[in-house]
Every structure is written in C-alpha cells, then in structure tokens.
C-alpha cells in the first residue's frame, strides 16, 4: 500500500501542478484580453481610428484563442475551483470574444459548469446572449448591445419579464442600468434589424 499511497500522492501533486501551470497561463491572458479593452472610446474619432482600433483588439483576440481554446480541447472547460476565478473568467472571455462555431461548440460546457457552480451563470447567460444575437434572434437577458456609432440593446424575448430573468440567473442590476452601463439605448419594442454588423458586450 506504501506504494500505492506513493503513486497516490505524485498523481495528486502532478494534478496540481498542471492546475497551478494552467491557472499562471490564463492569468496572463485575462490581462491581455482586459488590456487591449483598456481604451477612452471618446478619443476614437474617426472612422479609421476605430477600424484600426478594431483590427488591433481582433489580432490580440486570436492570439488568446490559439492559447487557450488547446486547453479547453484537452481538458475540457476547466472549473473554477481548480484555477480560480480569475482564470475561470479567462477562459470565458476568449470564447466571448471569438467566432459564433466556437461559441456554439463551448457554451454547453460551461453552462452545465454554471449549473454546478463552477462557472459563472452570469458570464453563461451574457454568452447565451450573445449566440443568440449572432444567430439574428432576440436575446433572453438584455446583455448584448450592437452597433459602434450608435449602440442600442439587442432586441429582447418577453422583454416584460426579463429583470425577472436577469435576478434569477444572479444579474444585480436592470436591463435599463446595463443599457446605460454600456452607453447604450434601450428600446423594450426594439425590432431585429435587418442585418448585424458590430456588437459589443
């Protein structure tokens, strides 16, 4: 059994080990994501400026994804009890940040987290949102918003109950706060337009 307990205990701290790794590398991401996002909007004028601006925080966006959607492949959505909150929010971040397949292909993971308390609900339902918005449907809790000139709120379903929503799934504040949060305006009868261009969350 001496061995047994021997193998027991590398295995364990090998585990550790690989949780400690893996937290220092999504640490460092989630600074870079927050970084790039660190910028007074009033100063970005002009059209070109804020495509410049734009192209800059995609660059920096799809080099966090080739770091961490490898780790989500192999390990699957890591819990937040094993790496810590804020490496937990990292690795939401850049799924948040990426592509509609990635998001589709990811978010069930971290919703049946989120159930568990192992990832945020609030962060499951902001990415719930947001696949839907990418999908051209309304979104369920009002934490989309579109357009860079002029954002307004992503057009909502059952849009009398979403506070409702929103305090269930842990939001602390309203639609109408988040909407003004985001600089945004909010129409409850907002209709799905057309076409969607840039969003913002």
Excluded: C
């Amino acid at each position: 059994t001496t061995k047994q307990d021997e193998s027991r205990k590398s295995l364990a701290e090998e585990k550790q080990t690989k949780y400690t790794l893996l937290r220092q590398e999504l640490e460092e991401v989630y600074d870079i994501d927050q970084n790039i996002r660190k910028v007074d909007f009033d100063t970005i004028t002009t059209r070109e400026a804020s495509i410049a601006y734009s192209k800059k925080m995609m660059a920096v966006d799809s080099a966090n994804q080739i770091r961490v959607i490898p780790i989500i492949e192999h390990y699957g959505w890591l819990p937040k009890s094993k790496v810590g909150d804020k490496a937990a929010n990292a690795i939401f971040l850049v799924v948040q940040h990426s592509s509609l397949e990635t998001i589709e292909k990811y978010l069930p993971q971290m919703e049946a987290l989120a159930k568990q308390g192992e990832a945020s609900a609030t962060d499951a339902a902001k990415m719930r949102d947001r696949l839907l918005m990418f999908h051209g449907k309304k979104q369920i809790y009002g934490t989309q918003a579109s357009g860079w000139a002029k954002p307004f709120i992503w057009p909502i379903e059952d849009v009398e109950n979403v506070n409702k929503r929103r305090k269930e799934v842990g939001f602390t504040i309203t639609v109408e706060e988040n909407a003004e949060r985001l600089g945004a305006e909010y129409n409850p009868n907002e209709q799905l337009p057309k076409k969607n261009n840039d969003t913002q969350q």
